[in-house]
């Protein structure tokens, strides 16, 4: 009778085993990596780096898929609507996530995504034509304010990174730029090489890549990668942080949240993306998930105040 049960037991034991789905440890595909910009820009460059150190790590293809439009939005909102499984991550600059859900209607805002970690941050440059009538930041003020509206600035959306921090300095010195969009870095290097271009804000990585030059860097002290002025040294309090981080979509299961954020943390902290980012004029830097959070919620929130004040009057 025991032996009956017992068989009977093992019987059903293994119905419910074999019943039971079994998960696949994550990732198990392919993973895409959306990047709001064009090839070969300073968002693209160093996301592609992340992907290919990251693949090692994770035993799996990361897909980098450029999605270009309305200032870095239609990627990031192409993230956002995205399944919370871990295989659509976004990489994005501070600029998608923390000035245009103030800029424009975006289906996206503080609280949307889940939030993986920081993996550069360095003060948003201010560079130069080399066809430009000038050799340093100085030189610049006296001529451009002798010649109002006479030179571009490059910008890749209105209301980002590339844009308000030039807001703010012509505010500051007194200058009159025309602003002219671009959809990709590497388009508005073309015509800064042919000289129809002055100037361009944005991360130090065209630095790297480009016949450009930097004029200031929005920061109260030098980094020790870029040898030229701050907007401090000049007299100009303004400081302008470009950031990049690894985002997913809200609602990221724990284990997939914990084990991207191990990943992407080995891989930022490691002396090969360091020395490669170093590279490109570059810094890696890296803030964990609740680090990272709460940066982010304090920029989100600072750069409200500021754009409701500067998009408010006319420029």
Partial sequence: MLQKLASRMAVILLSLLMATPVFAAYPDKPVTLVVPFGAGGAVDVPARLLGNMMEKKLGQTIVVQ????????????????????????????????????HVQ???YGRDSFTLLGMTTRQPVVLMSSQKAPWKDFKEMVEIVKKEPD??????????NM??????ELAKHFGLKFRYIPYRTTPEVMKDMLTGRVALYADSPVPLSQFDVFGLIQFADARADNLNFPTTKEMGYDGQFLHWQGVFAPKDLPADVTERLAQVIQEVVQSPEFAAEMSKMSSRAHWLGVDEFR?????????????LKEIMAKPQ
Avoid at 84 to 100: I, N
Avoid at 162 to 167: D, E, F, N, Q, S
């Fill in 66 to 101: 450029n999605i270009v439009g309305a200032a870095g939005t239609q990627g990031a909102a192409q993230v956002v609507t995205a399944n919370p499984d871990g295989y659509t991550l976004g990489y994005f600059p501070t600029g998608v996530v923390c000035l245009q859900p």
């Fill in 105 to 107: 209607n975006v289906p």
């Fill in 150 to 159: 006479t030179y571009v600035v490059a910008i890749t959306g209105t209301g």
């Fill in 162 to 167: 590339t844009h308000i921090p030039v807001l």
């Fill in 294 to 306: 709460r940066f982010f919620e304090k920029e989100f929130d600072m750069y409200g105040v500021v």
